[in-house]
């Protein structure tokens, strides 16, 4: 049986523009995080459709480091969440301009 | 075209993902947005099996869905729910539409001149391939040195944690 590549394409775009409405949209860091997480996801929904459909194993160790790599950034992106926090008392990101000159 | 069970697996898993996906979005309550992201990583790890994944699967599973979003509870409990609006404002919205709106028929442009050449192909959903000791060995052997630099990554990220989130005294 057979999915067709575009529909599986289709599939993870959705997922990807979900993500970024999500990033654009919500103030709430900690949901920035979250929406971030499911662009990563279509990310590693086609490589592992194109490794199947090549028959080529190294689309399956990319999204291994695809994986790592965002357990890395969401361990990070909530200790920054939780220093500014203590800092600001506040997660929303509009509120935070502490860069702005 | 006559489909199998494994690929009326995928259209339902996916349709459930997205629905899901949409729900992290839109809810006001962080803490749903996460019940609905443990729902979405379930969901990607089924598709990840129709497609001989099983284990990027566990690892979705494990990671993700055990790992991550514990995570994530856990830094919504600690950080004390803001009342009021949590959403910016109309044009902020309106520009996010229109970036989507763009990238959509951007990509359906492109998706629409490739599709005539790639309607036949299509991804098996029954069959082998993509057994554990195959992604072992290729882990291993050809991708030893960035298996190496994850690591690293990894170390790096966990002091960098604990550094940031440690307690001023």
């Known amino acids: ?101 | 075209m006559t489909l199998g069970y494994a690929t009326w697996f995928f259209y339902v898993l996916a349709a459930m993902a997205v629905v899901s996906a949409l729900m992290v979005v839109t809810r006001r309550n962080p803490v749903h947005s996460a019940m609905f992201l443990v729902f979405t990583f379930f969901c990607v790890a089924g598709i990840y099996i129709t497609m001989s994944a099983e284990f990027l699967a566990a690892v979705q599973v494990l990671v993700y869905a055990g790992g991550i979003v514990v995570l994530f509870l856990f830094v919504i409990m600690l950080v004390p729910l803001q009342a009021g609006v949590t959403r910016l404002p109309v044009t902020r919205g309106a520009a996010a539409l229109l970036i989507v709106a763009l990238l959509f028929t951007t990509v359906m442009t492109i998706y629409a001149r490739a599709a005539r050449s790639c309607a036949a192909m299509g991804v098996q959903t029954e069959g082998p391939a993509g057994n554990i000791e195959a992604v072992g060995i290729e882990l291993y052997t050809r991708y030893l040195l960035p298996f190496e630099v994850a690591s690293i990554l990894l170390l790096v990220a966990m002091v960098g944690a604990v550094v940031l989130a440690r307690r001023e005294t």
Do not use: C, W, Y
């Open chain 1, 1 to 101: 049986m057979i999915v067709p590549i575009h529909h599986v394409l289709v599939f993870s775009m959705i997922l990807f523009l979900i993500g970024v409405v999500g990033v654009l949209t919500r103030r709430n860091g900690i949901i920035v995080l979250m929406s971030i997480e499911l662009m990563l996801n279509a990310a590693n929904i086609n490589f592992i459709a194109f490794s199947r459909l090549l028959s080529d194993l190294a689309g399956q160790v990319f999204s291994i480091f695809v994986i790592v790599t965002a357990a890395g950034e969401v361990a990070v992106g909530l200790a920054i969440i939780i220093s500014l926090f203590r800092n600001t008392e506040s997660i929303q990101v509009d509120e935070i301009t502490l860069l702005k000159g």
